[in-house]
C-alpha cells in the first residue's frame, strides 16, 4: 500500500522515488532485477524513509496508476461530450511515459494499469453517456462495460506498438467499431473496389432505416437541442471527409485545397473544400459505373428529373439509402405525421419495380408502408393510384403535383386528401399553395431537397423561418460567384450520411438568405432555380 500526505517535503520525497524507479525500470532487464535499496540509494534517501511512503515496489505502480486514472476522469469530464479523439488527445499529454510503459509490457506488469484505466472509462460512461437513452441498468452496464474494455485495450495497443501509424485510421475505426460493431468497418471502402459486396446491406436496409430514424433529432431546433444537434453535425463532417480521403475523386480535391481530413472539425470547415458542380458529379457518377459495374448491383439508382437540363443519375448505397429514408421520415415525423403506422406514398423512396407494395416482413405488420407512384407524366394515372392507395403522406415533384391538382380540377375528378403532403423541386409560391390546397387538402408541408442530397430544409407550421436538418445535413451559404462564404447567396449541401459515394459542397443552383444562431445556421428565404 502506498501513503499520502498533505506535507509538501513528503510528496518531494514522493516524486524523488517515483523518478528512481522510472529511470531502474528503464535501465534494467527486468522488474525483478530492481531492489528497494537501489530505488532509495538512486533518490537519495534511506530505506526507512522508503517505507515511510510505500511497502513494495508494486505499490509504487499501484500509485502510478491511480494518479493516471485520476487524470484521465478529470479530463473526460472537462471535455464537452465523449470522443474516441479526447481519448488519444490525453494520451499525447503523456507521450515521455510511453517507454516507460511499454518496459513494463515486456514483464506482464500492465495489469493494475489496464483495471483502472477500464474501470475509470467504466464509470464514465454509467454516469455520462446514455443520459435521456431510455435503457435499463443492465443494459447501461452491459454496454459501459464492453467499450471500457475495448477502449482501454485498442490505448495500450496505441501507446506499445501504434504511434507509426495512421492515427486518423486508428480513430476512425476505433469511433466505426463503437459506432456499428464490426460490421462498421467496411462501410466506407474506397469507391471503385470491386469485391464489396453490399447484398447483406440490402437484406438489412428496412432495419437500419429505422434504427437510424431513431437516433435523428425528430423536435424542432431549440435551446434545448442545439448543443446535442452541433456536436453530431461535427462528429459526421469528421466522419465524411475520413471516408473522402480515400475516394480518388475526392483525394484530388484535398490535394488541391491543401487540406487534409483533419481540418474538417464543423461545418465551416467545409467552405475551404472546393465545390462540386452537377457537371462534375455526373461525370465521376458516370465513370465509376463504367468501371465497376457489378459494385453497383444492389445499390440504388435515382434520376433528377431533368428540369433544368439532362437528368442526372445518382447511386446510394443500401446503408446511404436507410439514412436518406430515415431522414426523410423525420421530415415526415416533425408536424406531427407518424411514419410507422402511416402511409407513405412517393416517387423515389422504392425505385425498383418488384418493390411497390409492401415489400418485406416489417410492412406486413402494418410499419413503414409506403408505395412508388408510376414514372410517368399522365395525370390521370397519377391520380387513380393516389385515390387507389389513399396516402397518408403523398410527395413528389411539385410540377407533378401540380399537374395532378390542374387535371383535377378541370375534369372536376375529387383527389384523395393525405394527412400530409409535400411537394419537392421547386419552392412553392403563392399561386402553387392555393391550387395545391384546394386539390390535395391543407396539409401542405414546405420542405426543400434534392434528389441529389435528401430532404435538408423545412418549415414547419407556424414558423417564419426555415430549419436544416443540420445532423444529417450542412447548407452553407456562398456569394453569387461562388468565392466564398456570404449570409445571402449560392446554397451548397453537404449530405452528411453518403459516405460511401460522397456529394460533397454540391451547388444546388437554389439561392437562400441564411443566418447563423447559436453556431447553427437558419434559412429565411429560398429562391428556387436563381442560379440555374
Not at 444537434?229 to 463532417?237: A, F, G, M, N
Not at 485545397?257 to 457537371?279: H, I, M, Q
Request: with cysteine; glycine share 6%; hydrophobic share 35%.
Amino acid at each position: 500500500m502506498y501513503r499520502t500526505s498533505s506535507d509538501r517535503r513528503f510528496y518531494k520525497i514522493k516524486k524523488d522515488i517515483r523518478a528512481a524507479f522510472v529511470r531502474l525500470v528503464l535501465e534494467k532487464d527486468h522488474f525483478t532485477d530492481i531492489s528497494i535499496t537501489e530505488v532509495s540509494d538512486l533518490a537519495d534517501i534511506n530505506r526507512k524513509t522508503f517505507y515511510l511512503h510505500y511497502d513494495s515496489l508494486d505499490d509504487i505502480l499501484t500509485e502510478y496508476a491511480d494518479d493516471l486514472a485520476e487524470d484521465l476522469m478529470q479530463y473526460l469530464y472537462q471535455a464537452s461530450s465523449f470522443s474516441t479523439e479526447n481519448l488519444f488527445e490525453w494520451m499525447d499529454l503523456h507521450t515521455e511515459e510511453h517507454p516507460f510503459v511499454r518496459k513494463l509490457s515486456t514483464q506482464d506488469k500492465l495489469l493494475v494499469f489496464d483495471g483502472k484505466c477500464r474501470n475509470t472509462l467504466y464509470d464514465y460512461f454509467q454516469s455520462c453517456m446514455f443520459t435521456g437513452k431510455n435503457m435499463s441498468p443492465v443494459e447501461i452496464r452491459t454496454v459501459s462495460s464492453y467499450l471500457s474494455a475495448g477502449l482501454t485495450d485498442v490505448m495500450k495497443q496505441w501507446t506499445l506498438y501504434g504511434q507509426a501509424g495512421d492515427r486518423e485510421t486508428v480513430i476512425r475505426q476505433t469511433r466505426e467499431i463503437m459506432e456499428k460493431g464490426l460490421t462498421g468497418l467496411a462501410k466506407k471502402p474506397a469507391v471503385g473496389v470491386p469485391d464489396r459486396s453490399y447484398e447483406a446491406d440490402a437484406r438489412m436496409e428496412h432495419f437500419n432505416t429505422m434504427q437510424n430514424y431513431l437516433s435523428l433529432v425528430r423536435d424542432p431546433v431549440s435551446p434545448k437541442n442545439v448543443k446535442q444537434i452541433t456536436e453530431v453535425q461535427s462528429k459526421r463532417v469528421r466522419e465524411l471527409m475520413e471516408a473522402a480521403w480515400n475516394i480518388p475523386f475526392y483525394h484530388e480535391r484535398f490535394l488541391r485545397s491543401g487540406t487534409r481530413p483533419s481540418d474538417y472539425k464543423k461545418a465551416d470547415d467545409l467552405y475551404r473544400f472546393p465545390v462540386l458542380t452537377k457537371e462534375e458529379l455526373r461525370s465521376w457518377i458516370r465513370a465509376e459505373l463504367e468501371s465497376s459495374p457489378d459494385k453497383f448491383r444492389s445499390w440504388h439508382n435515382y434520376a433528377t428529373s431533368g428540369s433544368t437540363g439532362a437528368p442526372l443519375h445518382l447511386v446510394f448505397s443500401p446503408n446511404e439509402n436507410a439514412w436518406l429514408t430515415a431522414n426523410w421520415l423525420r421530415v415526415l415525423a416533425m408536424p406531427g405525421y407518424n411514419p410507422f403506422t402511416g402511409k407513405t406514398m412517393s416517387r423515389t423512396l422504392l425505385p425498383r419495380e418488384h418493390a411497390r407494395d409492401l415489400d418485406s416482413l416489417v410492412q406486413r405488420f402494418g410499419i413503414l408502408r409506403r408505395r412508388s407512384m408510376s414514372d410517368t407524366v399522365d395525370p390521370k394515372a397519377l391520380a387513380e393510384e393516389i385515390n387507389l392507395y389513399r396516402p397518408d403522406y403523398l410527395y413528389n415533384y411539385m410540377d407533378i403535383l401540380l399537374a395532378i391538382a390542374r387535371w383535377a380540377k378541370e375534369t372536376g375528378t375529387g383527389i384523395w386528401h393525405p394527412q400530409y403532403f409535400a411537394p419537392t423541386g421547386y419552392q412553392v409560391d403563392g399561386e402553387a399553395r392555393e391550387l395545391l390546397t384546394s386539390v390535395f387538402g391543407g396539409g401542405l408541408v414546405d420542405a426543400y431537397g434534392l434528389i441529389e442530397t435528401g430532404s435538408c430544409v423545412i418549415k414547419l407550421p407556424g414558423k417564419k423561418y426555415y430549419q436544416i436538418n443540420s445532423d444529417t445535413h450542412v447548407v452553407n451559404t456562398y456569394t453569387p460567384d461562388l468565392t466564398g462564404p456570404s449570409l445571402s447567396g449560392q446554397a451548397v449541401i453537404t449530405p452528411l450520411f453518403k459516405t460511401e459515394m460522397p456529394i460533397i459542397n454540391y451547388v444546388s443552383g437554389d439561392g437562400m438568405e441564411s443566418y447563423i444562431k447559436q453556431g447553427i445556421r437558419f434559412i429565411r428565404t429560398i429562391n428556387s432555380r436563381a442560379f440555374s
